[in-house]
């Protein structure tokens, strides 16, 4: 099981509380479509993913980057079973969506991108290093299916 210090979890739902889903959510979801491109393949039934522009204006891709941040909520709110909290959502992705679960580091470096962006010079080094932990551990519970 992951230990988790005070400071960790007060960072996590801190970061959590902060930021706007409508705006994280999509803007990480569209970096990774556009920086990572073969990432698209899963969301054939989004439709105009041509272009960054096209990305970015998609409404599906709107959608979906808050449903993921919704997703991500579940995990800040179960910090301590993140795994059992993840079996669904792991069985999901392995099983009928079959993503490659290489794309879940992916998607979590373009969140990182994007968080860090946002909170400017709160996101400091330990903040970081909290919130790198969170996802890995996403990340981990996101795999489990896979094993
Ligand atoms: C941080 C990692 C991720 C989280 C937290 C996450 C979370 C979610 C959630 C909450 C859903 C909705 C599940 C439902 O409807 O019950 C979902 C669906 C989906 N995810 Fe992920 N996901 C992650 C990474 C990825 C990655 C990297 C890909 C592909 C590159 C992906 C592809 C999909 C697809 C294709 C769907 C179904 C979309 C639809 O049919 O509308 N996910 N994900």
Redesign the pocket.
Request: charged share 0%; proline share 0%; net charge neutral.
């Given at each position: 099981m992951v230990e988790w210090t005070d400071f960790e979890r007060a960072t996590i739902q801190n970061i959590f509380s902060k930021i706007d889903y409508d705006v994280v959510g999509p803007a990480a979801l569209t970096r990774c479509l556009v920086v990572y491109p073969w990432?698209q393949r899963?969301?054939a039934k989004f439709g105009n993913l041509y272009n960054a522009d096209a990305i970015s204006a998609n409404p599906n891709v709107k959608a979906?980057g808050k449903?993921?941040l919704?997703?991500?909520e579940r995990a800040v709110k179960n910090l301590d079973n993140i795994k059992a909290e993840y079996t669904e959502?792991s069985v999901?992705?392995s099983e009928k969506?079959q993503?490659d679960p290489d794309?879940?580091l992916?998607?979590?470096d373009c969140l990182t991108v994007v968080i860090a962006a946002q909170l400017g010079e709160d996101f400091t080094a330990d903040v970081h290093a909290a919130f790198q932990k969170f996802l890995a551990v996403?990340v981990s519970a996101?795999r489990k299916q896979y094993y």
């Open positions: 990432t899963y969301f979906h449903t993921v919704c997703g991500l959502l999901l992705h969506l993503v794309n879940f992916l998607l979590a996403v996101l």
